[in-house]
């Protein structure tokens, strides 16, 4: 029997066959080519149904309103809906492309990404973020396999500050409408506190997601218990609802989900869903209170988050009149899980140095505004505390400190928090229009709304500046002896750093006619830095060469030229992984390696391929010869 003598049947049970896959494409890109070929074929690959399970697992994230417009225009038809999505990500991609290749621009087409597509571009920019790297700078868990594409690290690097850009907007929109109390119903406060995970990339559906599986465990948990798991079984007894809440308790203790000791208290990761939902169980009061509220409404269970003085608890009602409410404590729920207004609530009132008169007002549920404010300042509190051998990232903490800071301002309507995210915000080199400007500021009141736009308006103003700062090394009267992308060793202080750029101002009579003045290299740093690192008292002083480095740990320094520190080297695959990993932003200026002849140097990425326009042929040399000159 010949192919084409096939029955129809067949065609559609082998197309539905086709592999299914989150990381891969193969199955929609045969079923698209299947709709090039013959009749038969075309009318099998056409059948709507064949092209649900694929759209469902690529696109796991989208805006609700968008995909739902998108299902009144199209119904069913998963095969319109999956292409229209992929048009939808071929745009966003192409604007991604746009900013790795060109500096100029790029917070407007972040705004346009953010904007115009928001999440339903989610799925794609993470592939991006997830794309094939060199095999020089993969990680000892991370696989090389499938084809690097141009500009590959970068490309991470810009993917992924685009998808913090459009969860941060996302989030801040949403504490904005809770300040403004048009959002608070049931959902509200599962979103909320989810959104201080979209700071890390990690928006409130997968929060939603991992709090579904988890739900579906506790109703089996109960099942088993032989415990009701329908609402009407369950909410006309006082008795039933508190075996329920306990045995919730008892669900998370047995998960994992317990009581931080004192020593891991103040570990800021237990005040993130997407880490004390995973990584970071034992964790805080008010994170257990978040899952216990959010497990129980899934349950069909009335349950709210109470802003108790000592420590965050939890209250559990029913829809009958006649049934108490019930307090329980989740954090302590080891030695009692359900309180005692009477004795156990006046009791905690009394160890916190509260009068406990009246006691019911403080056992009423909290509005969703007044946990996001507690659990952001828990995040700035965490900062005065922080365990000395915890390992944490330099990049975690600012975005920590920088959500902290946001929630606050939108809450308490303070410009001292607006100082300081202004402060830390070149560390998110997206977010100034996105996040900033279009989400932030219309909330705030307008005094501290006009103060931010003019801040806005004035790193907008410097952001143009910088992408068309052009740096030629022929211009300068001095030679500049190191170049972009050296990987060298300090002499003295024997840490290993790479050169990501150096500082050079020209005088005005340079400015006049760059074409044949030289310029006067010449420190750009504070006077403070200046002075405690005695510039003035070197042979040139402040006319010469600063170089800017990462360090192997990740940290950022600027480094006077004198020969006999810095000294070129050449080290294992497995150190450039690690500087990727120390400090993420090197994936913004380098792209690649080279290291022939016992020496090494770092490809530039295309931004800084315009900003030192000579220094890549200088790193030739330097690799080919041994000379810079």
């Given at each position: 029997?010949?192919?084409?003598?096939?029955?129809?049947?067949?065609?559609?049970?082998?197309?539905?066959?086709?592999?299914?896959?989150?990381?891969?494409?193969?199955?929609?890109?045969?079923?698209?080519?299947?709709?090039?070929?013959?009749?038969?074929?075309?009318?099998?690959?056409?059948?709507?149904?064949?092209?649900?399970?694929?759209?469902?697992?690529?696109y796991t994230v989208c805006l609700p309103a968008s995909e739902l417009s998108r299902k009144q225009a199209l119904g069913d038809d998963w095969r319109a809906l999956y292409i229209e999505r992929v048009r939808l990500d071929r745009r966003a991609t192409k604007i991604l492309d746009d900013i790795i290749m060109?500096?100029?621009?790029?917070?407007?087409?972040?705004?346009?990404?953010?904007?115009?597509?928001?999440?339903?571009?989610?799925?794609?920019?993470?592939?991006?973020?997830?794309?094939?790297?060199?095999?020089?700078?993969?990680?000892?868990?991370?696989?090389?396999?499938?084809?690097?594409?141009?500009?590959?690290?970068?490309?991470?690097?810009?993917?992924?500050?685009?998808?913090?850009?459009?969860?941060?907007?996302?989030?801040?929109?949403?504490?904005?409408?809770?300040?403004?109390?048009?959002?608070?119903?049931?959902?509200?406060?599962?979103?909320?506190?989810?959104?201080?995970?979209?700071?890390?990339?990690?928006?409130?559906?997968?929060?939603?997601?991992?709090?579904?599986?988890?739900?579906?465990?506790?109703?089996?948990?109960?099942?088993?218990?032989?415990?009701?798991?329908?609402?009407?079984?369950?909410?006309?007894?006082?008795?039933?609802?508190?075996?329920?809440?306990?045995?919730?308790?008892?669900?998370?203790?047995?998960?994992?989900?317990?009581?931080?000791?004192?020593?891991?208290?103040?570990?800021?990761?237990?005040?993130?869903?997407?880490?004390?939902?995973?990584?970071?169980?034992?964790?805080?009061?008010?994170?257990?209170?978040?899952?216990?509220?959010?497990?129980?409404?899934?349950?069909?269970?009335?349950?709210?988050?109470?802003?108790?003085?000592?420590?965050?608890?939890?209250?559990?009602?029913?829809?009958?009149?006649?049934?108490?409410?019930?307090?329980?404590?989740?954090?302590?729920?080891?030695?009692?899980?359900?309180?005692?207004?009477?004795?156990?609530?006046?009791?905690?009132l009394t160890d916190a140095g509260i009068a406990p008169l009246p006691v019911m007002r403080y056992v009423q549920p909290a509005s969703t505004a007044s946990m996001v404010v507690r659990a952001s300042r828990n995040i700035l509190a965490s900062f005065s505390f922080l365990p000395p051998m915890e390992s944490?990232?330099?990049?975690?903490?600012?975005?920590?400190?920088?959500?902290?800071?946001?929630?606050?301002?939108?809450?308490?309507?303070?410009?001292?928090?607006?100082?300081?995210?202004?402060?830390?915000?070149?560390?998110?080199?997206?977010?100034?229009?996105?996040?900033?400007?279009?989400?932030?500021?219309?909330?705030?009141?307008?005094?501290?709304?006009?103060?931010?736009?003019?801040?806005?308006?004035?790193?907008?103003?410097?952001?143009?500046?910088?992408?068309?700062?052009?740096?030629?090394?022929?211009?300068?009267?001095?030679?500049?002896?190191?170049?972009?992308?050296?990987?060298?060793?300090?002499a003295k202080y024997e840490y290993v750093g790479y050169i990501y750029g150096w500082e050079v101002s020209f005088s005005l009579s340079a400015l006049v006619d760059v074409g044949s003045m030289f310029g006067q290299p010449s420190c750009m740093a504070s006077e403070g830095w200046i002075t405690s690192m005695?510039?003035?008292?070197?042979?040139?002083?402040?006319?010469?060469?600063?170089?800017?480095?990462?360090?192997?740990?990740?940290?950022?320094?600027?480094?006077?030229?004198?020969?006999?520190?810095?000294?070129?080297?050449?080290?294992?695959?497995?150190?450039?992984?690690?500087?990727?990993?120390?400090?993420?932003?090197?994936?913004?200026?380098?792209?690649?390696?080279?290291?022939?002849?016992?020496?090494?140097?770092?490809?530039?990425?295309?931004?800084?391929?315009?900003?030192?326009?000579?220094?890549?042929?200088?790193?030739?040399?330097?690799?080919?010869?041994?000379?810079?000159?």
């Amino acid at each position: 029997m010949t192919l084409k003598a096939l029955p129809f049947d067949v065609y559609v049970q082998i197309l539905g066959k086709l592999p299914i896959s989150a990381h891969s494409d193969d199955g929609p890109r045969t079923l698209g080519a299947c709709l090039h070929a013959s009749s038969i074929l075309r009318s099998a690959a056409s059948i709507a149904t064949l092209w649900e399970p694929h759209y469902h697992a690529r696109y796991t994230v989208c805006l609700p309103a968008s995909e739902l417009s998108r299902k009144q225009a199209l119904g069913d038809d998963w095969r319109a809906l999956y292409i229209e999505r992929v048009r939808l990500d071929r745009r966003a991609t192409k604007i991604l492309d746009d900013i790795i290749m060109e500096r100029d621009g790029r917070l407007e087409r972040a705004r346009e990404v953010t904007s115009t597509f928001s999440y339903d571009v989610w799925n794609a920019l993470a592939a991006e973020a997830q794309c094939p790297i060199p095999e020089s700078f993969c990680g000892a868990y991370e696989s090389d396999e499938g084809d690097v594409p141009h500009h590959a690290i970068p490309r991470r690097f810009w993917a992924r500050c685009l998808l913090g850009t459009i969860a941060r907007s996302h989030a801040v929109r949403t504490w904005s409408r809770i300040r403004n109390e048009e959002d608070d119903d049931a959902r509200a406060l599962e979103t909320a506190i989810a959104c201080l995970s979209s700071y890390f990339a990690h928006p409130p559906m997968e929060i939603s997601s991992l709090l579904d599986i988890l739900s579906d465990s506790c109703r089996s948990y109960l099942a088993d218990k032989n415990l009701p798991t329908v609402p009407v079984e369950f909410n006309h007894s006082e008795g039933v609802l508190c075996r329920i809440s306990s045995s919730i308790c008892d669900f998370l203790w047995e998960r994992g989900f317990r009581a931080a000791e004192h020593s891991r208290f103040n570990v800021f990761n237990t005040r993130f869903p997407h880490w004390f939902l995973t990584t970071h169980k034992d964790t805080i009061p008010i994170s257990l209170v978040y899952i216990f509220v959010c497990l129980a409404r899934r349950l069909g269970i009335r349950a709210a988050p109470v802003d108790f003085p000592a420590r965050v608890l939890a209250i559990v009602s029913s829809p009958e009149p006649t049934v108490s409410d019930i307090i329980v404590d989740v954090f302590g729920s080891r030695n009692k899980a359900i309180l005692s207004i009477e004795e156990d609530i006046s009791r905690l009132l009394t160890d916190a140095g509260i009068a406990p008169l009246p006691v019911m007002r403080y056992v009423q549920p909290a509005s969703t505004a007044s946990m996001v404010v507690r659990a952001s300042r828990n995040i700035l509190a965490s900062f005065s505390f922080l365990p000395p051998m915890e390992s944490v990232s330099e990049g975690d903490l600012h975005t920590a400190f920088y959500v902290g800071l946001t929630v606050n301002l939108i809450f308490m309507d303070d410009r001292r928090y607006l100082l300081n995210i202004l402060k830390h915000i070149s560390r998110f080199p997206l977010d100034i229009l996105s996040v900033l400007t279009d989400a932030l500021a219309p909330g705030l009141s307008p005094h501290i709304q006009e103060q931010l736009m003019a801040s806005c308006k004035a790193a907008h103003e410097d952001e143009d500046e910088a992408a068309a700062s052009v740096t030629l090394r022929s211009k300068l009267s001095i030679p500049i002896k190191h170049f972009v992308g050296m990987v060298f060793k300090h002499a003295k202080y024997e840490y290993v750093g790479y050169i990501y750029g150096w500082e050079v101002s020209f005088s005005l009579s340079a400015l006049v006619d760059v074409g044949s003045m030289f310029g006067q290299p010449s420190c750009m740093a504070s006077e403070g830095w200046i002075t405690s690192m005695n510039v003035d008292s070197l042979p040139r002083g402040r006319h010469q060469p600063f170089y800017h480095i990462f360090t192997q740990s990740g940290s950022v320094r600027s480094q006077m030229w004198q020969k006999r520190n810095i000294k070129p080297t050449i080290l294992k695959p497995y150190a450039y992984h690690q500087l990727f990993e120390n400090a993420p932003d090197a994936s913004r200026y380098f792209e690649g390696l080279v290291q022939a002849n016992e020496r090494a140097r770092l490809l530039l990425s295309p931004e800084l391929l315009s900003a030192y326009p000579e220094d890549n042929a200088v790193g030739e040399r330097w690799i080919n010869e041994g000379t810079t000159s």
